[in-house]
């Protein structure tokens, strides 16, 4: 009824479970732009959901607390230039689950692959569960600010578990892809039992990181780099990783407390 105390007819909707893209729009066929659609999801909604279907988006930008899950893929549209898919630049808490990220490498033009980061949260918090990341041309997933003079800013409190993250095996420096999982300017972070596979460099850490765990992951067939790298860093734990067909397994280079086991 009305504050007045009239009677009308009508219905109001009440549900707090993750809101499914295609009510707004989203169409999952791999062909027609999803982006308008999903980003309209993602400023709405707290928590959202992607069902079966493959979803081709260019770029979502994240400014809010946001849980994205469902079993659908979301595939970078045929871009020109470094455009990340998933970015966020706010101090907000990113949670992905169960869904597959493709980068599209085929049909990706102009993206330089040591400068370009196809999942980029900077000073939030990015967790990630049972997700499958492949074929980006750039850095696949990074956390951390990319400003080496702002010493304040950090991506904090990330948790990456259970997911694999596949890039291209580079044959070449002319066919490169970025690190599969690049960490800098992160403070507190977990990254358990995930499968590593390609790319330049495995896992890298470097520029002032503190307080990481590294335990249970494969990293494996990385180009010209190491599997597991941390430099320039303080207090970290590596243990029961198996690092196995690339240059070399580990490399640590000014790190301040470090365990491996």
């Known amino acids: 009824e009305h504050n007045d105390g009239t009677n ?12 499914n893209v295609k009510w707004f729009g ?18 709405s909604e707290d928590k959202i959901s992607i069902p079966k279907g493959i979803y081709s988006i260019s770029t979502l930008n994240i400014t809010t607390d946001i849980n994205i899950s469902g079993y659908g893929t979301l595939m970078h549209k045929a871009m020109v230039g470094n455009n990340s898919m998933i970015k966020c630049l706010t101090d ?32 939030g918090t990015l967790e990630m569960y049972n997700c499958t990341v492949k074929d980006t041309k750039g850095h696949a997933i990074r956390t951390g600010n990319i400003d080496n003079f702002e010493s304040s800013k950090f991506a904090h409190d990330c948790v990456i578990e259970n997911c694999k993250v596949l890039q291209q095996i580079n044959t ?18 977990k990254f358990i039992n995930n499968y590593v596979y390609g790319g330049y460099s495995g896992i890298r850490t470097q520029l002032y990181c ?24 303080e207090n970290i734990l590596i243990q029961g990783n198996n690092c196995h067909h690339n240059r070399n397994g580990y490399e ?3 790190v301040v407390n470090c365990k491996v086991i």
């Open 8 to 19: 009308f007819n009508g219905w109001i909707r009440q549900y707090s479970g993750a809101v």
């Open 26 to 43: 989203a169409v999952g066929d791999g062909v027609a732009d999803d982006t308008v659609a999903i980003q309209s999801a993602i400023d």
């Open 92 to 123: 907000n808490k990113i949670v992905l689950s169960d869904i597959t990220l493709d980068g599209n490498y085929i049909n990706q033009s102009n993206q330089t692959p040591l400068n370009f980061n196809f999942i980029w949260v900077s000073i």
């Open 172 to 189: 070449s420096s002319t066919t490169l892809s970025g690190d599969c999982i690049r960490i800098e300017r992160t403070k507190g972070a």
């Open 210 to 233: 503190k307080d990481l765990v590294f335990e249970g992951n494969e990293v494996s067939y990385t180009y010209n780099d190491v599997g597991i790298t941390v430099a320039l860093s």
């Open 252 to 254: 640590i280079d000014a």
